[in-house]
């Protein structure tokens, strides 16, 4: 099945209970065509918009709506939800120059996330909200989603090295298996509830976290057989250190964990104030752990031998909330979730500098990133439907003045 004609999600997810939306022309349309997916109090939270276009754009990622429809209600939203400047990033200029590249996924509202490369070179996604997974060819543009169980919501998205796609099933409490060719399902039934993320140790088992049931846990693909080690709140994002030992995040307590990927126990490092939560992480050459402190808007790096921590303010300040996040050659990239547009944040530990760029397509959040074989960074936007894949420009840093650029041209002859 190739490229597929947009559809949309229809799903009631929340019973919508009744926000004193402003009175006027669109409001029942509202109330009829935006409740369907999430609560209209969503109106309220997000970024708004000024123009008419707009407001259209955004509509247009979520449900295809037909004339005058669509016109009244953007109408409406023009009116009554206007743009609001406090939540626009504070971007940093800098001399490193990065390519975004964007495509809209084809199920309209399916609540896009978590990219990862397959060996293959396809890049795949999970559409939460239609309980789908995602396959693109980056190459030529073309489409395939293959349906998952209606009730496994998945969260995250795994590729192992035998061409099958694993999924963390958020929604029905399992980790599922998709056999691409021919898209055979297969569920094993975890016992815990939110699955959240995982990933393939090196050993060849799958590990993965349990948000809400507090676990860690660890598949054996081969047998299936699930064990797991209770842990403390809401563990989230996962990732394996060059050591072998697996590092996980805590989105309820102010805590990273050290995670014996044999017995599954865990030493918790505690990071300072007890307001720290830690979405995600990742691992740098030197094994040390960087992190996003989400709840306090900084970025985090914990040395795992001394437990000792040093934390930088994100640009845009301490309701940012920085999300996923990725290390690169020793270069940290992550996004500042609680802006819009969503930012991209680059930060050079060596020089403790960051630089920024505003997503195009900036109307969501960036959950999960994934970097690919050749060091591009996946990313996604699941407010607006979009997955993106983000590159490198390779370019000299422009030099401040010819004395300086003559200097360093020397240099380089003299090498
Ligand atoms: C088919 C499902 C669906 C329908 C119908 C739908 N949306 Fe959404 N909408 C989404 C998803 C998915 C998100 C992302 C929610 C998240 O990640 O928590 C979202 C988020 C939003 C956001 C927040 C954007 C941000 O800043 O992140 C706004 C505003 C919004 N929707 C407006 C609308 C309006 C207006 C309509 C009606 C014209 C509508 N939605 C109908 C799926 C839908």
């Avoid at 809401?234 to 102010?254: H, Q």
């Amino acid at each position: 099945m190739p490229y597929k004609m947009p559809s949309t999600v229809g799903l009631l997810l929340f019973v919508s209970s009744v926000l004193a939306l402003p009175q006027g022309e669109g409001e029942a349309l509202v109330r009829e065509s935006c409740s369907t997916c999430h609560r209209p109090e969503i109106l309220d939270r997000a970024q708004g918009y000024d123009t008419i276009d707009e407001w259209r754009q955004l509509m247009a990622s979520m449900i295809q709506l037909d004339e005058p429809r669509a016109d009244i209600i953007a109408r409406y939203l023009t009116q009554h939800f206007k743009s609001k400047p406090e939540l626009y990033p504070t971007l940093i200029s800098g001399h490193i120059e990065i390519e975004i590249d964007e495509w809209m996924v084809p199920t309209l509202g399916q609540r896009s996330r978590d990219p990862i490369e397959a060996p293959d070179g396809t890049i795949w996604w999970t559409g939460m909200w239609a309980s789908l997974a995602g396959q693109l060819d980056p190459a030529t543009g073309e489409f395939r989603e293959y349906p998952l169980p209606p009730t496994a919501k998945p969260h995250s998205i795994v590729p192992d090295d035998a061409g099958f796609i694993w999924y963390l099933g958020n929604g029905n409490g399992t980790v599922g298996r998709l056999t691409p060719l021919t898209g055979e399902i297969r569920e094993y039934q975890t016992g815990l509830a939110d699955p959240h993320t995982g990933l393939f140790h090196p050993n060849g088992y799958f590990y993965f976290t349990a948000q809400r049931a507090g676990a860690v846990a660890r598949l054996d693909p081969t047998t299936g057989d699930i064990t797991h080690m209770d842990t403390r709140a809401r563990p989230y994002g996962i990732k394996v250190g060059a050591n072998g030992l697996i590092y996980v995040a805590f989105n309820g307590d102010n805590a990273i964990g050290e995670v014996n990927p044999e017995t599954l126990e865990i030493h918790y490092f505690t990071i300072p104030h007890e307001d720290s939560r830690i979405r995600r992480l990742d691992v740098g050459s030197d094994g040390s752990i960087w992190y996003v402190n989400s709840a306090r808007g900084k970025i985090g790096q914990l040395n795992p031998v001394t437990g000792k921590v040093r934390e930088w303010d994100s640009p845009s300040g301490p309701n940012s909330h920085p999300y996923a996040i990725a290390v690169i050659d020793d270069i940290v990239w992550y996004n500042e979730s609680g802006q819009r547009p969503d930012a991209l944040v680059r930060f050079d530990p060596e020089s403790e500098t960051f630089q920024s760029w505003a997503i195009p397509s900036g109307i969501g959040i960036i959950r999960h990133v994934w970097v690919t074989e050749d060091k591009a960074l996946l990313i996604h936007q699941s407010s607006s439907n979009h997955i993106g894949r983000v590159r490198l420009i390779e370019s000299e840093p422009p030099h401040e003045d010819t004395s300086a650029q003559i200097g360093a041209q020397n240099e380089l002859l003299a090498r």
